[in-house]
């Protein structure tokens, strides 16, 4: 069996990590829970609807808006993570549509840890250790 170009076992995680008692309400993470929502958010400007000079609300060096006028299906599958204790985390696939409550509703604070990573294929390894020795030598 030939193995896919893109593997999905390589793909990187995200991760969110609870500093404080938190739950819905108190600017939690919410996800949208659907493999190929992002695909549906970078099509949309494409669909007859949308005005040529209109992309969906998208602004250059932004991050991409997921809004009630483009995008309202996806909105209905939002969903905040449950209640979370001190030292708790979730983690989601990089793929997976995420956003932060806008607002903070809560008594306390709400801290948490937010850990994107990028996957570092062994080409890259190899170019950044290169690149520290080199840096060594010369210092």
Same mark, same amino acid.
């Given at each position: 069996?030939?193995?896919?170009?893109?593997d999905?076992?390589?793909? +990187?995680?995200?991760?969110?990590?609870?500093? !404080?008692?938190?739950?819905?309400?108190?600017g !939690?993470l919410?996800?949208?829970?659907?493999?190929? @929502?992002?695909?549906? =958010?970078?099509?949309?400007?494409?669909? #007859?609807? %949308?005005?040529?000079? #209109?992309?969906?609300? @998208?602004?250059?060096?932004?991050?991409?808006? %997921? &809004?009630?006028?483009? /995008? +309202?299906?996806?909105?209905? $599958?939002? !969903?905040?993570?449950? !209640?979370?204790?001190?030292?708790? +985390? *979730?983690?989601? /696939?990089? #793929? %997976?549509?995420? $956003? *932060?409550?806008?607002? /903070?509703?809560?008594?306390?604070? &709400?801290?948490? =840890?937010?850990?994107?990573?990028?996957?570092?294929?062994?080409?890259?390894?190899?170019?950044?250790?290169?690149?520290?020795?080199?840096? %060594?030598?010369? &210092?």
């Amino acid at each position: 069996m030939e193995r896919s170009r893109r593997d999905v076992r390589r793909r +990187a995680y995200q991760g969110w990590t609870a500093l !404080t008692r938190q739950g819905m309400g108190d600017g !939690t993470l919410q996800l949208i829970p659907i493999a190929n @929502a992002m695909v549906y =958010i970078l099509l949309r400007a494409l669909q #007859d609807d %949308v005005p040529e000079t #209109d992309l969906c609300g @998208a602004e250059p060096a932004r991050a991409l808006k %997921v &809004s009630p006028e483009w /995008h +309202a299906p996806l909105l209905d $599958a939002r !969903t905040s993570i449950p !209640t979370m204790e001190l030292g708790d +985390a *979730v983690f989601w /696939h990089s #793929d %997976v549509t995420y $956003a *932060v409550k806008d607002q /903070h509703n809560g008594k306390g604070y &709400s801290n948490v =840890i937010y850990r994107g990573t990028a996957e570092k294929p062994a080409q890259v390894r190899r170019l950044l250790l290169k690149s520290d020795k080199r840096r %060594v030598r010369t &210092s």
